[in-house]
């Protein structure tokens, strides 16, 4: 009897989570983070793009408070260039670089007339609805080109 309750027991878990995973499909998944960068060649410049990997052209990925490297030094610096915020390329996203980030998005929603979520976070939603990247006179320079050479609306 104790085992056809244990076998019983064990049906029913297994049941459960196949119907939980039938049920829930469209429950989004977070993107793993961004831990490089892609580097374009633009009008006699280079454009850096967070990405999984480096120059993979996989920007299926987020950045958010704990983050730390090359990816998130691309953010910061396209951030201050572009838009003006004052926060230095630390390669640390610390609450500084959340709260710049949240600046950013309400500036995009303003202009784009979007209502992309102010989160402080970077990800595919701030990078399509306009996020600017700075462009950099040499490709292995980290001080963007004079003027604030940037590009917005990229959705690589």
Known sequence: MTRIRSTCATTAVVIAAAVLSAVSPGI???APSCNSFTTYAIDGGYMRVPTIGWDTGNYNCELG????????????????????QNIAD?????????????????TLNAWY???IAVDGRYGPQTR??????AVFPTFTTWTPREGGYCYYKIDP
């Open 28 to 30: 989004a998944q977070a």
């Open 128 to 133: 399509r609805t306009g996020f600017p990247f």
């Open 113 to 115: 007339h979007e209502n």
């Open 65 to 84: 408070r704990g983050n730390f490297g090359d990816a998130v030094r691309v953010v910061q610096v396209s951030m201050r260039r572009c838009m003006g």
């Open 90 to 106: 630390d390669r640390d996203y610390g609450p500084k670089t959340a709260q710049a980030m949240k600046n950013v998005q309400t």
